[in-house]
């Protein structure tokens, strides 16, 4: 029996145009009718997430940051919320500016970057929040702001983000991991964290086996999470470790995949209450 679902927003969750369709939404109100747990999980920060937790009205704690925060935005409760530690941080910037690589920093609300580019428009009107620019390099104003970070993302070609993740992975390999989203965002999160694991935290926490969990996602950042769940569902839509990770697949999310799941779970009458 599924108790709770576990489900990735870009390209999984949400349409083409990164909106909740008519029948998503009857899908996951389904699912809750009947108290099952429904856990948004994604690489975005809180402001990015709240708008879509309460159209859906979620039930259970969201994870957050690629599963570097585990909020519960009814009770304004942070369940995990570990960062990466500033001198990673700043070697991170460091080497991906030497390297001409563009690169964001998420110190716990807000984000910040250099200067505003053409994939910053296009990410910030993606998740309807606005980025921060401080018109200096990166590093210089860590430097003079130092903190620690909840993550961190390098925006670039798939072919640019496959090279600055083997180079930070070999100059940093401890206290920050490295998985792609998109196959152009390299998502940099603190060192251990994953949403497999942050999932495995959510579910230890509600007395729920991995048996009862289900999770849908579409990019590298997912896998950890689908091998986790006892039904691990990859989209049709998505990349190939993902694909390769779990012998269950939803059709793509511009056909509503993750409902039709659901629906088909339902209908079994194998959906039930956390």
């Not at 993550?151 to 640019?160: A, H």
């Not at 926490?205 to 999770?215: Q, T």
């Amino acid at each position: 029996m599924i108790r709770l679902i576990a489900t990735d927003l870009d390209d999984t969750l949400l349409d083409a145009s990164a909106g909740l369709s008519p029948r998503t939404k009857r899908a996951l109100d389904a699912a809750m009718a009947r108290g099952c747990g429904i856990a948004l999980s994604s690489g975005r920060m809180l402001e990015a997430m709240l708008p879509f937790a309460e159209m859906i009205g979620v039930n259970a704690p969201m994870l957050l940051y690629n599963g570097a925060m585990i909020y519960d935005h009814r009770t304004d409760e942070t369940l995990f919320a570990p960062r990466i530690p500033f001198e990673t941080a700043l070697g991170i910037v460091k080497l991906a500016e030497a390297m001409g690589y563009y690169i964001q920093l998420y110190p716990g609300k807000g984000y910040y970057c250099s200067e505003i580019r053409d994939c910053t428009r296009a990410y910030a009107r993606q998740i309807n929040v606005p980025a921060t620019p401080v018109g200096m390099p990166m590093a210089r104003w860590l430097e003079q702001n130092p903190s620690d970070m909840q993550k961190m993302l390098v925006i670039d070609t798939p072919e640019g983000a496959d090279r600055i993740q083997a180079a930070l992975r070999k100059a940093f390999p401890h206290g920050a991991c490295y998985l792609k989203s998109k196959p152009h965002f390299l998502e940099i999160a603190p060192e251990g964290v994953d949403k497999g694991r942050s999932l495995a935290t959510l579910a230890q926490h509600l007395s729920l086996s991995p048996d009862e969990v289900m999770a849908f996602g579409d990019g590298q950042n997912d896998v950890p999470m689908l091998k986790y769940a006892g039904a691990g569902y990859a989209m049709a839509n998505a990349c190939p470790q993902a694909l390769a990770c779990t012998p269950l697949v939803a059709p793509p999310n511009t056909e509503d995949g993750v409902a039709q799941v659901i629906e088909q779970y339902i209908a079994a009458n194998l959906i039930g209450a956390m």
